[in-house]
Protein backbone atom coordinates (compact mmCIF):
# COMPACT_ATOMS: atom_id res chain seq x y z
CA UNK A 1 0.00 0.00 0.00
CA UNK A 2 0.98 3.64 -0.76
CA UNK A 3 -0.27 7.13 0.44
CA UNK A 4 1.15 10.12 -1.59
CA UNK A 5 0.45 13.55 -1.56
CA UNK A 6 1.61 15.87 -4.08
CA UNK A 7 1.22 19.62 -5.28
CA UNK A 8 2.38 21.19 -8.66
CA UNK A 9 6.51 22.00 -8.76
CA UNK A 10 9.49 22.39 -10.69
CA UNK A 11 12.60 19.92 -10.56
CA UNK A 12 15.28 22.71 -9.02
CA UNK A 13 12.61 24.89 -6.87
CA UNK A 14 12.11 24.45 -3.17
CA UNK A 15 10.16 20.85 -2.58
CA UNK A 16 6.74 21.48 -1.04
CA UNK A 17 5.66 17.83 -1.84
CA UNK A 18 5.46 15.25 0.80
CA UNK A 19 6.12 11.74 -0.41
CA UNK A 20 5.40 8.83 1.73
CA UNK A 21 6.28 5.87 -0.68
CA UNK A 22 8.20 2.69 -0.61
CA UNK A 23 11.51 2.48 -2.80
CA UNK A 24 9.72 -0.96 -4.07
CA UNK A 25 6.58 1.06 -5.24
CA UNK A 26 8.70 3.71 -6.54
CA UNK A 27 10.58 1.36 -8.77
CA UNK A 28 7.63 -0.39 -10.00
CA UNK A 29 6.34 3.40 -11.11
CA UNK A 30 9.39 3.66 -12.92
CA UNK A 31 9.20 0.48 -14.78
CA UNK A 32 5.84 0.92 -15.65
CA UNK A 33 6.91 3.88 -17.26
CA UNK A 34 9.76 2.69 -18.87
CA UNK A 35 7.75 -0.13 -20.35
CA UNK A 36 5.00 2.33 -21.90
CA UNK A 37 8.51 4.59 -23.39
CA UNK A 38 9.47 1.22 -24.98
CA UNK A 39 6.56 0.51 -26.39
CA UNK A 40 5.93 3.93 -27.64
CA UNK A 41 9.80 3.49 -28.69
CA UNK A 42 8.34 0.77 -30.84
CA UNK A 43 5.22 2.33 -32.24
CA UNK A 44 7.60 5.11 -33.40
CA UNK A 45 9.73 2.75 -35.49
CA UNK A 46 6.47 1.33 -36.61
CA UNK A 47 5.58 4.68 -37.85
CA UNK A 48 9.07 5.14 -39.16
CA UNK A 49 8.75 2.01 -41.62
CA UNK A 50 5.71 2.74 -42.73
CA UNK A 51 6.78 6.18 -43.65
CA UNK A 52 10.02 4.55 -45.67
CA UNK A 53 6.82 2.18 -47.09
CA UNK A 54 4.98 5.15 -48.45
CA UNK A 55 7.46 8.10 -48.91
CA UNK A 56 8.51 6.59 -52.55
CA UNK A 57 4.44 7.12 -53.51
CA UNK A 58 3.95 10.02 -51.81
CA UNK A 59 6.29 12.19 -50.26
CA UNK A 60 3.37 14.77 -48.46
CA UNK A 61 3.11 12.59 -46.17
CA UNK A 62 6.40 13.08 -44.49
CA UNK A 63 5.26 16.10 -43.79
CA UNK A 64 1.73 14.30 -41.71
CA UNK A 65 5.08 12.17 -40.55
CA UNK A 66 6.77 14.79 -38.83
CA UNK A 67 3.85 16.48 -37.45
CA UNK A 68 3.19 13.10 -35.44
CA UNK A 69 6.63 12.59 -34.78
CA UNK A 70 6.82 16.55 -33.53
CA UNK A 71 3.46 15.41 -31.30
CA UNK A 72 5.19 12.55 -30.41
CA UNK A 73 8.04 14.24 -28.70
CA UNK A 74 6.33 16.62 -27.20
CA UNK A 75 4.52 14.13 -25.87
CA UNK A 76 7.62 12.33 -24.49
CA UNK A 77 9.19 16.07 -23.15
CA UNK A 78 5.58 16.19 -21.29
CA UNK A 79 5.66 13.10 -19.99
CA UNK A 80 9.28 13.45 -19.06
CA UNK A 81 8.25 16.73 -17.48
CA UNK A 82 5.49 15.12 -15.29
CA UNK A 83 8.20 12.47 -14.50
CA UNK A 84 10.87 14.75 -13.36
CA UNK A 85 8.14 16.39 -11.33
CA UNK A 86 7.52 13.37 -9.56
CA UNK A 87 11.17 13.15 -8.42
CA UNK A 88 13.21 14.11 -5.29
CA UNK A 89 16.83 14.56 -4.07
CA UNK A 90 16.96 11.62 -2.45
CA UNK A 91 16.29 9.48 -6.11
CA UNK A 92 18.52 11.74 -8.29
CA UNK A 93 20.71 8.59 -9.51
CA UNK A 94 17.31 6.43 -10.17
CA UNK A 95 16.29 9.63 -12.53
CA UNK A 96 20.75 9.92 -13.99
CA UNK A 97 20.04 6.19 -15.00
CA UNK A 98 16.41 6.37 -16.58
CA UNK A 99 17.72 9.41 -18.82
CA UNK A 100 20.82 8.00 -19.61
CA UNK A 101 18.69 4.83 -20.83
CA UNK A 102 16.33 6.94 -22.73
CA UNK A 103 18.79 9.23 -24.00
CA UNK A 104 20.73 5.65 -25.65
CA UNK A 105 17.52 4.54 -27.31
CA UNK A 106 16.52 7.95 -28.56
CA UNK A 107 19.93 8.14 -30.19
CA UNK A 108 19.60 4.43 -31.38
CA UNK A 109 16.12 5.56 -33.42
CA UNK A 110 17.80 8.66 -34.80
CA UNK A 111 20.81 7.17 -35.55
CA UNK A 112 18.63 4.23 -37.38
CA UNK A 113 16.28 6.80 -38.97
CA UNK A 114 18.97 8.85 -40.16
CA UNK A 115 20.79 5.71 -42.02
CA UNK A 116 17.48 5.15 -43.51
CA UNK A 117 16.68 8.50 -44.83
CA UNK A 118 19.75 9.08 -46.14
CA UNK A 119 18.28 6.52 -48.84
CA UNK A 120 15.79 9.04 -49.79
CA UNK A 121 17.41 11.93 -51.77
CA UNK A 122 14.36 13.71 -52.57
CA UNK A 123 13.11 13.88 -48.52
CA UNK A 124 16.85 13.87 -47.41
CA UNK A 125 16.59 17.94 -46.38
CA UNK A 126 13.56 17.46 -44.54
CA UNK A 127 14.51 14.51 -42.88
CA UNK A 128 18.10 16.01 -41.70
CA UNK A 129 16.31 19.01 -40.44
CA UNK A 130 13.58 17.02 -38.34
CA UNK A 131 17.12 15.30 -37.13
CA UNK A 132 18.72 18.36 -36.57
CA UNK A 133 15.35 19.37 -34.26
CA UNK A 134 15.36 16.29 -32.46
CA UNK A 135 18.62 16.68 -31.42
CA UNK A 136 17.95 20.54 -30.78
CA UNK A 137 15.67 19.91 -28.89
CA UNK A 138 17.31 16.75 -27.09
CA UNK A 139 20.38 19.09 -26.08
CA UNK A 140 17.95 22.00 -24.58
CA UNK A 141 16.25 19.07 -22.63
CA UNK A 142 19.83 18.25 -21.53
CA UNK A 143 21.07 21.51 -21.19
CA UNK A 144 17.93 22.30 -18.63
CA UNK A 145 17.99 18.96 -16.86
CA UNK A 146 21.74 19.97 -15.69
CA UNK A 147 20.53 23.82 -14.67
CA UNK A 148 17.95 21.63 -12.52
CA UNK A 149 20.33 19.22 -11.34
CA UNK A 150 22.59 21.91 -10.07
CA UNK A 151 20.38 23.89 -8.77
CA UNK A 152 19.52 20.57 -6.21
CA UNK A 153 22.75 19.84 -5.58
CA UNK A 154 23.31 23.60 -4.37
CA UNK A 155 19.83 23.68 -2.53
CA UNK A 156 21.20 20.82 -0.77
CA UNK A 157 24.41 21.65 -0.32
CA UNK A 158 22.91 25.11 1.66
CA UNK A 159 20.69 22.75 3.25
CA UNK A 160 23.97 20.56 4.74
CA UNK A 161 25.88 23.66 5.64
CA UNK A 162 22.61 25.06 7.47
CA UNK A 163 22.33 21.52 9.52
CA UNK A 164 26.25 21.13 10.06
CA UNK A 165 26.40 25.58 11.57
CA UNK A 166 23.26 24.85 13.83
CA UNK A 167 24.95 21.16 15.16
CA UNK A 168 28.55 22.98 15.26
CA UNK A 169 26.81 25.20 17.57
CA UNK A 170 25.05 22.92 19.75
CA UNK A 171 27.66 20.71 20.28
CA UNK A 172 30.46 23.64 20.99
CA UNK A 173 27.94 24.66 23.99
CA UNK A 174 27.51 20.86 24.76
CA UNK A 175 31.49 20.68 25.36
CA UNK A 176 31.30 24.00 27.06
CA UNK A 177 29.16 23.02 29.32
CA UNK A 178 31.23 20.02 29.74
CA UNK A 179 34.69 21.52 30.17
CA UNK A 180 32.85 23.93 32.78
CA UNK A 181 31.30 20.17 34.99
CA UNK A 182 34.73 19.01 34.40
CA UNK A 183 36.48 21.81 35.88
CA UNK A 184 34.36 21.94 38.86
CA UNK A 185 34.59 18.37 39.63
CA UNK A 186 38.22 18.18 39.55
CA UNK A 187 38.31 21.48 41.72
CA UNK A 188 36.03 19.67 43.96
CA UNK A 189 37.63 16.66 43.44
CA UNK A 190 41.16 18.24 44.73
CA UNK A 191 39.33 20.20 47.58
CA UNK A 192 38.32 16.55 48.85
CA UNK A 193 41.56 14.57 48.26
CA UNK A 194 43.59 17.43 50.12
CA UNK A 195 41.26 17.24 52.77
CA UNK A 196 41.52 13.82 53.30
CA UNK A 197 44.93 14.17 52.72
CA UNK A 198 44.68 16.02 55.69
CA UNK A 199 42.65 13.82 57.86
CA UNK A 200 45.00 11.05 56.90
CA UNK A 201 47.85 12.64 58.13
CA UNK A 202 46.34 13.47 61.42
CA UNK A 203 44.73 10.02 61.74
CA UNK A 204 48.31 9.16 61.14
CA UNK A 205 49.84 11.24 63.42
CA UNK A 206 46.95 10.01 66.25
CA UNK A 207 47.97 6.55 65.33
CA UNK A 208 51.20 6.86 65.87
CA UNK A 209 51.16 8.55 68.92
CA UNK A 210 48.63 6.30 70.33
CA UNK A 211 50.69 3.06 68.89
CA UNK A 212 53.97 5.01 70.84
CA UNK A 213 51.72 5.00 74.03
CA UNK A 214 50.68 1.39 73.87
CA UNK A 215 53.97 0.55 73.18
CA UNK A 216 55.82 2.25 75.98
CA UNK A 217 52.96 1.08 77.76
CA UNK A 218 53.40 -2.90 77.42
CA UNK A 219 57.08 -2.17 77.46
CA UNK A 220 56.69 -0.72 81.00
CA UNK A 221 54.37 -3.29 82.18
CA UNK A 222 56.47 -6.27 80.54
CA UNK A 223 59.68 -4.97 82.29
CA UNK A 224 57.45 -4.58 85.20
CA UNK A 225 56.41 -8.72 84.92
CA UNK A 226 59.57 -9.59 84.21
CA UNK A 227 60.94 -8.31 87.52
CA UNK A 228 58.45 -9.52 89.50
CA UNK A 229 59.13 -12.38 87.99
CA UNK A 230 62.55 -12.26 88.72
CA UNK A 231 62.39 -10.82 92.39
CA UNK A 232 59.79 -13.86 93.04
CA UNK A 233 62.57 -16.33 92.07
CA UNK A 234 63.95 -17.69 95.32
CA UNK A 235 65.46 -20.67 94.39
CA UNK A 236 69.20 -19.64 92.41
CA UNK A 237 72.12 -21.63 92.65
CA UNK A 238 74.95 -23.34 90.66
CA UNK A 239 77.58 -25.80 90.74
CA UNK A 240 80.19 -26.18 88.49
CA UNK A 241 83.51 -27.81 88.12
CA UNK A 242 87.08 -27.61 86.46
CA UNK A 243 87.93 -30.59 83.90
CA UNK A 244 91.08 -30.96 81.89
CA UNK A 245 93.10 -34.18 80.55
CA UNK A 246 96.53 -34.47 82.47
CA UNK A 247 95.76 -30.65 84.06
CA UNK A 248 96.39 -27.43 83.06
CA UNK A 249 98.98 -24.33 83.66
CA UNK A 250 97.70 -21.40 84.87
CA UNK A 251 99.29 -17.87 84.58
CA UNK A 252 99.10 -15.40 86.91
CA UNK A 253 95.76 -13.44 86.60
CA UNK A 254 94.06 -16.15 84.96
CA UNK A 255 89.97 -16.76 85.49
CA UNK A 256 89.69 -20.41 86.04
CA UNK A 257 86.47 -21.59 83.65
CA UNK A 258 84.64 -24.35 85.67
CA UNK A 259 83.18 -25.76 82.53
CA UNK A 260 81.28 -28.72 84.09
CA UNK A 261 77.98 -27.75 84.90
CA UNK A 262 76.80 -30.70 87.91
CA UNK A 263 74.07 -28.42 89.29
CA UNK A 264 71.82 -25.40 88.61
CA UNK A 265 68.46 -23.91 89.35
CA UNK A 266 66.65 -20.80 88.88
CA UNK A 267 67.66 -17.64 86.15
CA UNK A 268 71.59 -18.12 85.37
CA UNK A 269 73.20 -16.99 81.86
CA UNK A 270 74.97 -20.80 82.05
CA UNK A 271 76.35 -20.62 78.30
CA UNK A 272 77.93 -17.11 79.06
CA UNK A 273 79.14 -18.56 82.79
CA UNK A 274 80.94 -21.61 80.56
CA UNK A 275 82.76 -19.38 78.13
CA UNK A 276 83.90 -17.00 80.32
CA UNK A 277 84.49 -18.31 83.73
CA UNK A 278 82.20 -15.29 85.40
CA UNK A 279 78.74 -15.37 87.05
CA UNK A 280 76.55 -12.73 86.43
CA UNK A 281 73.88 -11.84 88.66
CA UNK A 282 70.32 -11.68 87.16
CA UNK A 283 68.10 -11.48 90.39
CA UNK A 284 69.65 -9.44 93.25
CA UNK A 285 70.16 -10.76 96.65
CA UNK A 286 72.26 -12.37 99.21
CA UNK A 287 74.75 -14.77 97.42
CA UNK A 288 77.22 -17.34 99.19
CA UNK A 289 80.22 -18.07 97.48
CA UNK A 290 82.67 -20.93 97.91
CA UNK A 291 85.44 -22.57 95.96
CA UNK A 292 87.80 -25.47 96.01
CA UNK A 293 91.02 -25.40 94.14
CA UNK A 294 93.10 -28.32 94.20
CA UNK A 295 96.92 -27.85 92.46
CA UNK A 296 100.22 -29.65 92.61
CA UNK A 297 101.99 -26.02 92.70
CA UNK A 298 102.89 -24.94 95.86
CA UNK A 299 101.38 -21.81 97.56
CA UNK A 300 98.68 -21.66 95.05
CA UNK A 301 97.33 -18.45 95.70
CA UNK A 302 93.83 -17.30 94.18
CA UNK A 303 91.25 -15.00 94.84
CA UNK A 304 87.42 -14.06 94.25
CA UNK A 305 86.74 -11.29 92.54
CA UNK A 306 83.15 -9.44 92.53
CA UNK A 307 82.97 -6.56 89.98
CA UNK A 308 86.79 -6.64 89.37
CA UNK A 309 87.40 -5.88 93.29
CA UNK A 310 88.75 -8.77 95.38
CA UNK A 311 86.45 -9.45 98.14
CA UNK A 312 88.63 -12.47 99.28
CA UNK A 313 92.62 -13.76 99.17
CA UNK A 314 92.83 -17.57 99.63
CA UNK A 315 96.75 -18.91 100.96
CA UNK A 316 96.69 -22.43 100.51
CA UNK A 317 99.06 -24.57 102.92
CA UNK A 318 102.94 -25.37 101.75
CA UNK A 319 102.76 -28.17 99.36
CA UNK A 320 104.50 -31.24 100.98
CA UNK A 321 106.68 -33.49 98.20
CA UNK A 322 104.61 -32.37 95.54
CA UNK A 323 101.62 -33.71 96.15
CA UNK A 324 98.13 -32.12 95.55
CA UNK A 325 96.91 -29.72 97.85
CA UNK A 326 93.45 -28.77 98.71
CA UNK A 327 92.45 -25.41 99.40
CA UNK A 328 88.39 -24.03 99.70
CA UNK A 329 87.16 -21.12 100.63
CA UNK A 330 83.48 -19.31 101.45
CA UNK A 331 82.50 -15.62 101.28
CA UNK A 332 78.67 -14.36 101.30
CA UNK A 333 77.96 -10.70 100.07
CA UNK A 334 75.03 -9.06 98.54
CA UNK A 335 74.62 -9.08 94.97
CA UNK A 336 72.82 -6.66 92.17
CA UNK A 337 71.72 -7.28 88.87
CA UNK A 338 74.40 -7.61 86.28
CA UNK A 339 76.79 -8.17 89.17
CA UNK A 340 79.59 -10.70 88.29
CA UNK A 341 81.74 -12.97 90.52
CA UNK A 342 84.84 -15.19 89.29
CA UNK A 343 87.87 -16.87 90.67
CA UNK A 344 91.01 -15.67 89.22
CA UNK A 345 94.80 -16.75 89.95
CA UNK A 346 97.12 -14.86 91.92
CA UNK A 347 100.10 -17.63 90.76
CA UNK A 348 100.53 -19.36 87.77
CA UNK A 349 99.68 -22.58 88.74
CA UNK A 350 98.66 -26.15 87.46
CA UNK A 351 95.11 -27.56 88.51
CA UNK A 352 94.29 -31.39 88.80
CA UNK A 353 92.58 -32.08 85.97
CA UNK A 354 89.82 -34.64 87.73
CA UNK A 355 86.46 -33.17 87.45
CA UNK A 356 85.39 -33.18 90.84
CA UNK A 357 88.50 -31.72 92.71
CA UNK A 358 88.31 -27.87 91.70
CA UNK A 359 84.62 -26.66 91.89
CA UNK A 360 82.62 -23.61 92.67
CA UNK A 361 79.10 -23.05 94.21
CA UNK A 362 76.98 -19.79 94.37
CA UNK A 363 73.76 -19.90 96.00
CA UNK A 364 71.26 -17.09 96.85
CA UNK A 365 69.92 -17.46 100.20
Not at 58 to 63: A, G
Not at 215 to 220: I, L, P
Not at 294 to 310: C, F, G, H
Not at 335 to 342: Q, Y
Amino acid sequence: MCYAGSYGSSIGSNWESSLQCSKYHFEEKILEKLVRLEHKMEVFEEKMKTWEKLVPSNLDKIDDTKKQTETFLESMRDTLNQEHMRLNDSFLETVDQIYIQSESKVKNVLDSVSTKMEEFNESQQKRENVFDNLQTALQQERTRFNKEKIQLNDSYQETVENIYLRSEKKVKNVVDSLSIKISEFQNNSENVLQLLQSNLLQDRKQFNQSIHQQMDQVEKDSNKMIQNFISEQKDIGLFACYSAAGGQTFHVGTVIKFQIIKASTGIIDLRSFKSTGKFTCEVSGFYMISAVIMSATDKANYEVVLNNKRILHIYPPKNVLGWYTTSSSVVSTNLNVNDTVFVKTLKSMVLNGGSENSCISIIKT
